[in-house]
């Protein structure tokens, strides 16, 4: 009984939702557009575009799985006060987003968002960013793309291995609806990855995250915030220390 309520409402589980009135007005410190994007029939992707004058880069950033961007706009200016312009859409369900979702979906929609932002910058430009949740989304988007570089924070080996630890007792991999296997998706990502995690985090454990370094040891630089939990990295110095050392990274050429 309990492996079927797992099956059944494990979008719940995994996905926290906030929702938004279409009118509702985003109040931010710094510029910013609203977008919406007809990704395909019956869904609209709701998406903040922050810009700044003479911008190092643009961040197109992938949010956790809690809230909507009247929460995530904010944090995500911590990189526009940085002078880079961002990106950052609300998944299907959230805030203003509407459709179905499925875990195409995510990627779809994440691809839609980067084609956009190939019409405003060079690709060599473009940082992809994953938070949690979104980490599996902007390392499928890294694979299948030629992004500057690909930031991960509290990252996932899958989703299974998360649940699996959650869920010791049931067979999750073949329960789970989504996937979300970054481990499969790095060994072939060519751009420098960086992976931030906290040693005391309870979301998405450690050593979870600490298991991506061995998909792509060329290529990934791994930052260990000691103490850190899965909500409060912005708090320690090193976390700062590894987004300026990411953001202080030249272009690779295109």
Same mark, same amino acid.
């Given at each position: 009984?309990?492996?079927?309520?797992?099956?059944?409402?494990?979008? *719940?589980? !995994?996905?926290?939702?906030?929702?938004?009135?279409?009118?509702?007005?985003?109040?931010?410190?710094?510029?910013?557009?609203?977008?919406?994007?007809?990704?395909? @029939? =019956?869904?609209?992707?709701?998406?903040?575009?922050?810009?700044?004058?003479?911008?190092?880069?643009?961040?197109?950033?992938?949010?956790?799985?809690?809230?909507? !961007?009247?929460?995530?706009?904010?944090?995500?200016?911590?990189?526009?006060?940085?002078?880079?312009?961002?990106?950052?859409?609300?998944?299907?369900?959230?805030?203003?987003?509407?459709?179905?979702?499925?875990?195409?979906?995510?990627?779809?929609?994440?691809?839609?968002?980067?084609?956009? !932002?190939?019409?405003?910058?060079?690709?060599? %430009?473009? $940082?992809?960013?994953? *938070?949690?949740?979104? $980490?599996?989304?902007?390392?499928?988007?890294?694979?299948?793309?030629?992004?500057?570089? !690909?930031?991960?924070?509290?990252?996932?080996?899958?989703?299974?291995?998360?649940?699996?630890?959650?869920?010791?007792?049931?067979?999750? %991999? @073949?329960?789970?609806?989504?996937?979300?296997?970054?481990?499969?998706?790095?060994?072939?990502?060519?751009?420098?990855?960086?992976?931030?995690?906290?040693?005391?985090?309870?979301?998405?454990?450690?050593? @979870?995250?600490?298991?991506?370094?061995?998909?792509?040891?060329?290529?990934?630089?791994?930052? $260990?915030?000691?103490?850190?939990?899965? =909500?409060?990295?912005?708090?320690?110095?090193?976390?700062?220390?590894?987004? %300026?050392?990411?953001?202080? $990274?030249?272009?690779?050429?295109?």
């Amino acid at each position: 009984m309990l492996g079927s309520a797992l099956y059944f409402f494990q979008e *719940r589980l !995994l996905f926290l939702p906030t929702k938004l009135e279409q009118d509702y007005q985003y109040q931010f410190t710094y510029n910013f557009e609203e977008l919406f994007f007809e990704t395909e @029939s =019956n869904s609209s992707i709701n998406a903040l575009h922050f810009k700044t004058e003479n911008p190092k880069g643009i961040i197109l950033y992938f949010h956790g799985n809690a809230g909507d !961007l009247s929460r995530w706009g904010k944090i995500t200016e911590y990189f526009v006060a940085k002078q880079y312009d961002v990106l950052v859409m609300d998944y299907r369900g959230y805030g203003k987003s509407r459709g179905k979702l499925s875990e195409d979906a995510f990627y779809n929609d994440a691809q839609y968002c980067y084609d956009y !932002l190939l019409k405003h910058y060079k690709e060599n %430009e473009i $940082t992809l960013y994953g *938070r949690s949740l979104g $980490t599996g989304i902007a390392s499928y988007l890294a694979l299948e793309n030629q992004p500057k570089q !690909l930031i991960l924070e509290t990252p996932y080996y899958s989703i299974a291995d998360v649940a699996s630890r959650r869920f010791p007792v049931f067979p999750v %991999e @073949s329960l789970l609806k989504y996937k979300f296997p970054t481990y499969k998706y790095l060994p072939n990502v060519k751009c420098p990855i960086t992976i931030i995690h906290g040693t005391e985090d309870t979301v998405v454990p450690f050593a @979870s995250g600490r298991k991506l370094v061995g998909t792509n040891r060329k290529l990934i630089q791994f930052a $260990t915030i000691v103490g850190g939990n899965h =909500n409060n990295l912005i708090n320690f110095k090193k976390y700062h220390q590894a987004i %300026e050392s990411c953001l202080k $990274t030249k272009k690779t050429s295109s």
